[in-house]
């Protein structure tokens, strides 16, 4: 069944600390998003993809970095987790040209910076 | 550019009566129109969409959408409101002259009393 999926679901980390949190769609999809949505249920585009080693900074500003080196695949990054970073972080793909298209959402990672 | 607005935080409505969403888009181009529904600690969900066509769109669980050109407005709609109806809805709009994601509204949380 084509799916879209992120892990971890739930993850509490210490300041400081690396994190990268995935994403996989098996529908083939070229575009893909990272939004992060805030306890005040707006969502923001941090981050899209058009394709492969085609990456681009969204709406908000972050300080993750992503990549996409597979079709499939496309992690966000947190190279030193702060407080400021706690939010969920909601990964999307589409298969037209993104500006237009149905965006397909994964469950989210709950993400919790101490 | 592209823009949408959800007017109310939340909706309140009684089991069996029939329940409205509202959303109004502002976009340069033709409009790309999308309805979503989040469920606590999960992604966004499809409802319907409006590309071209016929005015109104019926979508899952029932619900259906109105657009209104002249009134740039594109309101959630279901003849009779059940319990499990209850979660956070989500206006989005596409087509904008260089955008390359949907924009999303700041959510309505719709709640059904029995």
């Known amino acids: 069944e084509a799916d879209i999926y992120q892990t971890p679901r739930y993850l509490v980390i210490g300041t400081g600390k690396k994190i990268t949190l995935e994403c996989s769609q098996t529908?083939?999809?070229?575009?893909m998003y990272w939004y992060q949505q805030d306890p005040g249920m707006e969502l923001h585009l941090i981050h899209y993809?058009?394709?492969?080693?085609?990456?681009e900074k969204g709406d908000l500003s972050s300080e993750s970095t992503v990549s996409r080196i597979r079709t499939e695949h496309f992690p966000l990054t947190l190279e030193s987790a702060r407080p400021s970073h706690t939010s969920q972080y909601l990964c999307?793909?589409?298969?037209?040209?993104?500006?237009?298209?149905?965006?397909?959402f994964g469950p989210g990672t709950r993400l919790t910076v101490l | 550019a592209q823009s949408v607005a959800q007017p109310e935080d939340q909706v309140n409505v009684a089991e069996g009566n029939p329940l409205t969403v509202k959303c109004t888009y502002s976009?340069?181009?033709?409009?790309?129109l999308f309805w979503y529904v989040q469920y606590p600690n999960r992604g966004l969900q499809f409802l319907l969409k409006?590309?071209?066509?016929?005015?109104l769109v019926k979508g899952s669980y029932g619900f259906e959408a109105e657009f209104n050109k002249s009134q740039t407005s594109f309101h959630l709609k279901k003849p009779s409101a059940l319990v499990s109806d209850s979660a956070l809805y989500f206006c989005?709009?596409?087509?904008?002259?260089?955008?390359?994601?949907?924009?999303f509204g700041s959510g309505t949380r719709l709640q059904v009393q029995p």
């Open positions: 999307a793909s589409s298969l037209g040209t993104g500006g237009t298209d149905t965006q397909y």
């Open positions: 529908m083939g999809h070229d575009k």
């Open positions: 993809s058009y394709g492969v080693n085609s990456t």
């Open positions: 976009v340069s181009g033709n409009p790309y």
């Open positions: 409006y590309i071209t066509g016929d005015n």
């Open positions: 989005a709009v596409g087509g904008g002259t260089g955008r390359r994601a949907l924009t």
